[in-house]
């Protein structure tokens, strides 16, 4: 057993503590305190100024789109920035292009080394998950499905299904379903989806929702640049019937918001969507800095948390988002919902998405977790480490504790 000292130890599930030390044995958390205790301990490691606390969670991403990192201009628009995507994905279509492979690999050493231990990472192909089987990352990688005009929706669910097993998920790399959206799935796939999701009571779901005023208009009246972009490309459905509602309300008539869901984004989210998503337990991920780059517009952060809702952070992909630095995107937070306490912020970079994404041994320094524990460099002054944590800490001021 190894004791590890250090000005500060942030074990999340309680406040602060200074002067603290966390005893760890095989890879577990044994014990945490402040100051010294007897020695009864094998090793004794003084860290000095730093700032002990659990690996960080990127509840959403997109690593194989990591090769579009500064590819995509940010817009004023949703609807443009979404144009912008598809064709610089159509210049790329073989998902298994070194570039595209070799940008994954480089994405997750990056947010390695920004201190993130888990991800969920979305994807439309699945190339992510051998690289993040070799990797120190654990993750849920959610298989995305997108079809709006799907003639026959379980039969699409069970071949992503059959897809998933021959991919040999772990313990530490799972996979799971994802619907991309509202405007983009049709009403049957999104019930097939969660079908197969309820077959398995510890699985994570996740859709993007309420992300833009585009989306809301398309559900609400059936018109605008979504029913455009779906004619044009062939696949809309002349049969689909307009909900008239907002987006949260619709997929919560159709049954699809429950305790697994991770609903991410919310831009567009009204206090109504907000109660019924905290009803129904689903936590909500937020990406603030990609949303002002996508033209979705800025995340009512302060309401989110007002109105009781479990929050993660994602930092989305690098497609929209300048790094995987989920400390910045916890600083970018931090501006846009000052009263918001840090300790909320940091609960949602850790505990909150490490349930959410359904890995209970992160997110918390306490007996019986796992000990994969960031140190955090700690200037002489500070005396609320909670408020520097979320100040926006580079990845040169970040290093993984032994285990």
Known sequence: MTRYHAAWVVPINEPPIRD?????????????????????????????????????VNAHTHLELSYLRDQVPPASSFMA?????????????DPHAPEIMDAIERAIGEASAAGTA???????????????????????????LIKFNASDPSQMVERARQEIDALHPTDRVRASLAAHAPYSVAPLLFRAIQRAIERDPFAPCSVHLA????????????TGP???????????????????????????ETGFLTSHVLAVHGVQMTAADLSRLAARGATLVTCPRSN?????????????????????????????????????ELAAMHALAPSVPAASLLASATREGARALGFAEYGTI?????????????????????????SGIEPDRIRWMES
């Open 20 to 56: 603290g030390w966390v005893a760890v044995d095989r890879g577990r958390v044994i014990a945490r305190g402040r100051r010294t205790p007897a020695s009864d301990v094998t090793r004794e490691v003084n860290l000095g100024r730093v700032a002990i606390m659990p690996g960080l």
């Open 81 to 93: 920035w979404i144009r912008g995507v598809m064709a610089a994905r159509r210049r790329r279509p």
């Open 118 to 144: 888990i991800v969920g990472d979305i994807s439309n192909t699945m190339v992510t998950m051998a690289p993040l089987m070799r990797s120190p990352l654990a993750a849920v990688v959610f298989y995305e």
């Open 211 to 222: 992300e833009s005023a585009e989306e809301v208009q398309f559900i609400q009246e059936g």
């Open 226 to 252: 979504w029913r455009e972009l779906l004619e044009e490309m062939g696949a809309w459905n002349s049969a689909w019937m307009v909900p008239g509602v907002s987006p949260v309300q619709y997929l919560d």
């Open 292 to 328: 002002g780059r996508t033209g979705a517009g800025a995340p009512p952060l302060e309401a989110f948390y007002n109105a009781g809702v479990r929050v993660a952070v994602g930092t989305d992909s690098l497609a929209s988002a300048p790094d995987l630095n989920v400390f910045a």
């Open 366 to 390: 306490e007996p019986g977790k796992l000990a994969r524990l960031l140190t955090v460099d700690v200037p002489p002054g500070i005396d609320d480490v909670e408020e520097y944590l979320v």
